[in-house]
C-alpha cells in the first residue's frame, strides 16, 4: 500500500486522493492554501455574501447553521452570529447515539448563544430498520446519521424559505484535496450521495423483506430540484473562507464558552465527535475494519500538516489507538438487537481487498500498515517543520460546576442560571 509521504494517508483512502512525483497526497497539497492565501480578504468576501443574505423581515432568520453537540458547532454558531451579525436558526438530527455530554454541550450552546432551534428526531424503531439496511447494503451504522445531519437543514430552508445553510468544513477539501479553497465549492445533492452517503440515496433503502416502506424513509429525502431552486437554497462552507484549525477553534470555545471535552477511545482528539457513544467507538472500528485505518489517523494527517506533529509521532499515535476494541459494541448491538457474529458478518463483506487478505486460517490480516512506514527515507525532503505542541485539553464536567445537578434537551433546550466564562 502506498502511504503519503508527508502524512499518513494511504491510497485506498475512500474519498479518493492522488500522489505527486515526491510522493506527496493531494490533501496535502491543497493544506499549503492555508499557509498562503489571504484569509482576511476571504473573510470580506464571506461579509458580502452573508450580507446579501440577511432578511429584511425581522419575522425571518438570516440563514440556517446544522449544528451537533459537539464538531466545530460552537465556532460556526460564534462565527456567523457574533463576528457577522447573522440571525441563524440552528438545526440538529438527533443521531439517537447521545452521549450525555454531548447533549450538555448542545444544551449550553442553544442557551449561550440565544438561538432558536429545531430538532429531528425519527422514530427509533424506524432509524434500527435503516441501520439493519445500511449495514447490510454499505457496511455502515452511521448512515442515517449523514443522511439526517445534511438533509434536515435542506428541507427546513425550503419548507421555512431560508435560502442560506452555512457548513463548517468541506471535508475532500480539507482531507484529500479533491478542490481548492479558492474553487467555493458548496453543498450539492451530488457530492452528498456520492461522499456523505456511500452513493445510496434513502430510496434506495425500501425493502419490503426488511419492513423499510416509503413512509419510512421520508425524513431522509433530499427536497426535489425544483423546491430548492424555488427558495435559491445555497450551502456554503466557512472552511472557504476562514482557516480552518480545529484544535484551535475548540480551544478558543472552551475559552470563552466553556465547552466540555472528554477522553475519546480510539483517537487523542478530545473535541471532535464526543457527542456519540458511537462515532470513535464502534463507527470507527468499522472504518478500520473496511479500509485499514481509522478516525487516529484522520486526526494525525490534519496536525502534522499544521505543524503540530511529526510524521513519526503521528505514526506512533495510530500504534497506540488504531487496534483497540469499541468499547460501546455490546450497547450498541443490544439497541440494534443483533448478534456479535452477525456485525462482524455484514463488516467482513466490505472489507478493502487492497488491505485486507486473509490467512491461511481464514483470518483477516492487514497487508501492509503505516505503522510499517515509521522509517521511511522518502520523508525527510516533504517533511513539515514542527512549529508548536499537540496538546488537547480535557475540560472540568461542567454540571459539578451547577447548583442544580441537571440538564435539559427535550422541551426547553436551555440551561438555568448559566453564564459564558
Given at each position: 500500500m502506498k502511504y503519503c509521504t508527508r502524512c499518513l494517508y494511504p491510497e485506498n483512502h475512500p474519498l479518493n486522493l492522488t500522489f505527486d512525483e515526491d510522493g506527496v497526497c493531494s490533501g496535502c497539497r491543497i493544506h499549503e492554501e492555508k499557509d498562503i492565501l489571504d484569509w482576511k480578504e476571504r473573510g470580506e468576501k464571506l461579509r458580502r455574501i452573508l450580507e446579501g443574505f440577511k432578511s429584511n423581515s425581522k419575522s425571518n432568520y438570516d440563514c440556517i447553521i446544522p449544528i451537533s453537540g459537539?464538531?466545530?458547532?460552537?465556532?460556526?454558531?460564534?462565527?456567523?452570529?457574533?463576528?457577522?451579525?447573522?440571525?441563524?436558526?440552528?438545526?440538529?438530527?438527533?443521531?439517537?447515539?447521545?452521549?450525555?455530554?454531548?447533549?450538555?454541550?448542545?444544551?449550553?450552546?442553544?442557551?449561550?448563544?440565544?438561538?432558536?432551534?429545531?430538532?429531528?428526531?425519527?422514530?427509533?424503531?424506524?432509524?434500527?430498520?435503516?441501520?439493519?439496511?445500511?449495514?447490510?447494503?454499505?457496511?455502515?451504522?452511521?448512515?442515517?446519521?449523514?443522511?439526517?445531519?445534511?438533509?434536515?437543514?435542506?428541507?427546513?430552508?425550503?419548507?421555512?424559505?431560508?435560502?442560506?445553510?452555512?457548513?463548517?468544513?468541506?471535508?475532500?477539501?480539507?482531507?484529500?484535496?479533491m478542490f481548492s479553497h479558492l474553487?467555493?465549492?458548496?453543498?450539492?445533492?451530488?457530492?452528498?450521495?456520492?461522499?456523505?452517503?456511500?452513493?445510496?440515496?434513502?430510496?434506495?433503502?425500501?425493502?419490503?423483506?426488511?419492513?423499510?416502506?416509503?413512509?419510512?424513509?421520508?425524513?431522509?429525502?433530499?427536497?426535489?430540484?425544483?423546491?430548492?431552486?424555488?427558495?435559491?437554497?445555497?450551502?456554503?462552507?466557512?472552511?472557504?473562507?476562514?482557516?480552518?484549525?480545529?484544535?484551535?477553534?475548540?480551544?478558543?470555545?472552551?475559552?470563552?464558552?466553556?465547552?466540555?471535552?472528554?477522553?475519546q477511545e480510539?483517537?487523542?482528539?478530545?473535541?471532535?465527535?464526543?457527542?456519540?457513544?458511537?462515532?470513535?467507538d464502534?463507527?470507527?472500528?468499522?472504518?478500520?475494519?473496511?479500509?485499514?485505518?481509522?478516525?487516529?489517523?484522520?486526526?494525525?494527517?490534519?496536525?502534522?500538516?499544521?505543524?503540530?506533529?511529526?510524521?513519526?509521532?503521528?505514526i506512533d499515535l495510530v500504534s497506540k489507538y488504531q487496534n483497540k476494541k469499541p468499547k460501546n459494541l455490546k450497547l450498541f448491538l443490544d439497541w440494534l438487537g443483533i448478534t456479535e457474529n452477525g456485525f462482524y458478518y455484514f463488516i467482513n463483506q466490505h472489507r478493502n481487498n487492497n488491505i485486507w487478505k486473509r490467512d491461511n486460517n481464514f483470518k483477516w490480516k492487514l497487508r501492509d500498515s503505516v505503522i510499517n512506514h515509521h522509517n521511511d527515507t522518502e520523508a525527510d525532503k516533504v517533511r513539515l517543520p514542527k512549529i508548536e505542541d499537540c496538546e488537547f485539553i480535557i475540560t472540568p464536567l461542567k454540571k459539578s460546576l451547577l447548583k442544580e445537578k441537571k440538564y435539559i434537551l427535550i422541551g426547553r433546550g436551555y440551561v438555568d442560571g448559566w453564564k459564558a466564562p
Open positions: 459537539a464538531r466545530d458547532s460552537y465556532f460556526i454558531v460564534h462565527t456567523i452570529k457574533k463576528m457577522y451579525g447573522m440571525k441563524p436558526l440552528l438545526v440538529t438530527y438527533n443521531k439517537q447515539y447521545n452521549t450525555e455530554l454531548g447533549i450538555r454541550n448542545l444544551a449550553y450552546l442553544r442557551t449561550l448563544f440565544d438561538c432558536d432551534i429545531l430538532t429531528m428526531t425519527v422514530n427509533p424503531e424506524t432509524v434500527k430498520k435503516i441501520t439493519r439496511a445500511s449495514l447490510l447494503k454499505c457496511g455502515s451504522i452511521y448512515w442515517h446519521c449523514l443522511a439526517g445531519q445534511t438533509v434536515f437543514p435542506v428541507q427546513i430552508a425550503v419548507k421555512m424559505k431560508i435560502p442560506l445553510i452555512v457548513w463548517g468544513a468541506h471535508q475532500v477539501c480539507d482531507q484529500v484535496g474553487d467555493e465549492v458548496e453543498m450539492t445533492r451530488k457530492y452528498r450521495k456520492e461522499h456523505d452517503l456511500m452513493g445510496y440515496e434513502a430510496e434506495d433503502f425500501i425493502d419490503e423483506t426488511m419492513g423499510i416502506h416509503e413512509e419510512d424513509v421520508q425524513s431522509y429525502v433530499y427536497p426535489n430540484d425544483k423546491e430548492i431552486e424555488k427558495v435559491g437554497v445555497r450551502g456554503i462552507y466557512l472552511s472557504n473562507y476562514i482557516r480552518w484549525d480545529s484544535k484551535k477553534q475548540h480551544e478558543d470555545m472552551i475559552r470563552l464558552y466553556g465547552y466540555e471535552s472528554f477522553l480510539r483517537t487523542f482528539d478530545t473535541y471532535n465527535d464526543i457527542d456519540c457513544y458511537n462515532y470513535s464502534v463507527h470507527d472500528c468499522i472504518k478500520f475494519l473496511k479500509w485499514g485505518y481509522g478516525k487516529v489517523t484522520d486526526h494525525a494527517c490534519r496536525e502534522i500538516r499544521l505543524k503540530r506533529l511529526t510524521r513519526e509521532e503521528g
